[in-house]
């Protein structure tokens, strides 16, 4: 198998995956998870009482 | 002089780094922008110095080589020294703070295992993948598969043992715990400088002349995103958005009803931090690739390779959403920031490194 041929392939398929996800969802303003109120992890998971 | 070898590539990568540019800057404004070059630039800066995570730790325990390991350990000591009082000073900007649980040691394991199997780390699987690795080509799907598994169990697993968030040196002054988590990283540097010395093996000064820029990079990165560089959660919002076009419905998994990941789910990938800086990464490591000529010498690897590939792949997903993170989010961004998991992470995830290196053996890995 071709690696080149793939990797253009694959990069040619995130490429318009995130052309339509942009152009089809809402952008407020960029962000990380962890920057939430009440967040105690980077991935925004929840402190616990 | 520099000589474009892959025009097309490099035409391409152009052309979707142009437009992701423009999108970003209409939506996000200079903010946005100035992410997606930092994350081009790391891509660029991790490429020309081969800076990885999971040969350096291999080569500690393979040859006693500890030459990379302490340019880790000076990477974290730099940003600890500036990391600690930009997160004290501004409210704005949040430290990688993250519990020390049960599913944190159980992650990093994981992850320092997958590491060696896939021979990349988060950072390292992004950067390789850019330049056109072909083990990386399989790596990377299964790590997004492997991350998004890794929303679904969490949440099971997050109260597990949990002693919650252990800043160290909390009670003391800014300057003290500044001095206290920077010279702690600075020893252990010293610790594996010294090491490495004693075993002939000098120190590169390509390497360390990389560590101050992506020192400062990293510094960049907290100053304009308001937390540490993450890689990992990137590839989780990738697989989950995946995840429901194909009919899974992983807005129903607990971890995405949490707010911060629910929001990202469902906003733009442009629009998280991580994702966002993930893209310009591939996009840094794929223009130096196509200049240097790096994609000529790109073999398909065996089956054997492909195979440990997307099983380390998995287990680097799963383990990095445990663990809260991977050597750059957890470790880097974790004892940078001062909180303990980073470094309970890191012993963790070499464990795991040296089991991953007995399977290396066993299948006859170079």
């Not at chain 2, 649980?101 to 950072?123: H, P, R």
Request: proline share 3%.
């Amino acid at each position: 198998m071709n690696t080149k041929v793939i990797y253009i392939f694959i990069l040619v398929l995130s490429f318009t995956l995130i052309m339509y996800d942009h152009l089809t969802s809402p952008v407020l303003a960029i962000a990380s998870p962890g920057q939430t109120e009440n967040s105690c992890a980077p991935c925004g998971a929840p402190c616990r009482d | 002089m520099l000589r474009i070898t892959n025009i097309g590539i490099f035409s391409f990568l152009s052309l979707a780094g142009l437009s992701i540019g423009l999108l970003t800057f209409f939506d996000s404004g200079f903010r946005g922008i100035i992410l997606l070059i930092l994350g081009i630039i790391l891509g660029i800066t991790f490429l020309f110095f081969q800076y990885g995570f999971a040969s350096g730790w291999r080569n500690l325990i393979e040859k006693k080589n500890s030459s990379m390991i302490s340019h880790h350990f000076l990477l974290a000591a730099i940003c600890c020294v500036f990391f600690i009082p930009i997160i004290d000073l501004n409210t704005n900007i949040i430290g990688s703070y993250a519990p020390v649980n049960f599913s944190l040691v159980l992650g990093a394991f994981m992850f320092g295992f997958g590491m060696q199997l896939a021979n990349g780390c988060g950072s390292g699987v992004l950067f390789t993948f850019g330049s056109g690795s072909g083990r990386m080509l399989v790596a990377l799907p299964f790590f997004v598969i492997g991350s998004v598994l890794g929303t679904f169990v969490l949440p099971f697993v997050i109260d597990i043992l949990s002693l919650g968030q252990i800043i160290i040196a909390k009670d003391n002054t800014l300057i003290m715990r500044t001095i206290i988590n920077s010279l702690a990283l600075f020893f252990v540097f010293l610790l594996f400088y010294f090491y490495a010395r004693k075993n002939n093996f000098p120190i590169n000064r390509k390497v360390t002349y990389g560590t101050f820029i992506i020192a400062v990079l990293c510094v960049l990165v907290l100053f304009f995103s308001g937390s540490p560089w993450g890689v990992t959660y990137g590839f989780t919002i990738w697989g989950a958005k995946i995840s429901q076009s194909i009919g899974i419905p992983v807005e129903t998994f607990t971890f995405w009803n949490w707010p911060g990941p629910k929001r990202s789910l469902q906003h733009s990938v442009l629009s998280d931090i991580s994702s966002l800086m993930n893209i310009g990464m591939i996009i840094g490591a794929g223009f130096l690739a196509s200049i240097n000529g790096l994609f000529r010498s790109n073999n398909w690897p065996s089956s054997i390779e492909l195979l440990s590939a997307a099983i380390g792949g998995i287990l680097m997903g799963i383990g990095a959403r445990l663990s809260f993170g991977c050597n750059i989010g957890a470790f880097l961004g974790g004892t940078a920031s001062g909180s303990l998991h980073g470094w309970i992470w890191f012993v963790m995830a070499f464990i795991g490194t040296y089991f991953g290196i007995k399977y290396r053996k066993l299948v006859g890995f170079k």
